[in-house]
């Protein structure tokens, strides 16, 4: 089955500087990566998802990066602010409607 | 359209007591999915609806738990004879299962702790 994982596992920047999430997939048939933004207490939120007809998504501060053919998929937020600080996850699936399999997350703390 | 709602969002019981979740899709989503979260990971899946049927079950999945979903709409999960270890967030989410930009989105779960 598919299994994702993510790097590195604890991550603090000082605010207005970039931050950096990868992540790894094993499984070929996966063609849907979504990132989802989870702060404490609360839900899992969706905040960028990128499938595998494109290499690159861009939505404001946030930018996502797929390289199908190494398995590998990675988040750039860029000018961090305090509200940025939370737990993200990678995941992956073989399309938006089907299992999610999420990695095991990044803390991001982002130093004002 | 309020989201995805779950209930209760917390729930202490005894190790060897049976436990029930329910889960309320956003209308008209025909996807409805539960996953497992303990502290500092991320969420397991564990199963998944179209619709009524239910269409995967995690291997994770043991048989003290059960889940349906009697009329497509919304679903409750079953824990027979808790265990220390079923102590976790327990998310449901819901798709409208088209292909497009349909993400999954997420309850507040429902919290469970055994004593």
């Known amino acids: 089955g598919e299994n994702v994982e993510q790097h590195p596992s604890t991550l603090s920047v000082q605010e207005g500087d970039s931050a950096v999430i990868k992540c790894t997939y094993s499984?070929?048939?996966?063609?849907?990566f979504p990132w989802y933004k989870q702060e404490l207490g609360k839900r899992p939120q969706l905040i960028i998802d990128?499938?595998?007809?494109?290499g690159e998504k861009k939505d404001q501060r946030i930018a996502v990066t797929l390289n199908k053919t190494a398995k590998h998929f990675s988040l750039h937020i860029t000018e961090t602010q305090p509200e940025d600080s939370a737990v993200y996850f990678c995941?992956?699936?073989?399309?938006?409607?089907?299992?999610?399999?999420f990695g095991p997350g990044t803390s991001l703390s982002v130093i004002p | 359209d309020t989201g995805v709602s779950q209930d209760p969002r917390h729930k202490i019981t005894k190790r060897g007591q049976n436990v029930t979740f329910r889960c309320d899709p956003i209308?008209?989503?025909?996807?409805l999915y539960w996953y497992r979260q303990t502290l500092g990971q991320g969420p397991e899946f564990l199963t998944y609806?179209?619709?009524?049927?239910?269409?995967?079950k995690s291997r994770l999945l043991s048989d003290r738990f059960s889940a349906e979903r009697p009329k497509g709409s919304f679903s409750t999960l079953e824990i027979q004879r808790t265990e220390q270890g079923d102590s976790a967030m327990y998310l449901c989410?819901?798709?409208?299962?088209?292909?497009?930009?349909?993400?999954?989105?997420f309850g507040d779960g429902t919290r469970l702790s055994i004593l």
């Open positions: 989410a819901s798709s409208s299962g088209h292909p497009g930009d349909q993400p999954q989105h």
């Open positions: 499984d070929s048939a996966s063609n849907y």
């Open positions: 990128i499938r595998s007809n494109v």
């Open positions: 995941a992956a699936a073989e399309t938006s409607y089907d299992k999610v399999i």
């Open positions: 209308s008209e989503h025909n996807r």
């Open positions: 609806f179209q619709n009524e049927a239910q269409l995967e």
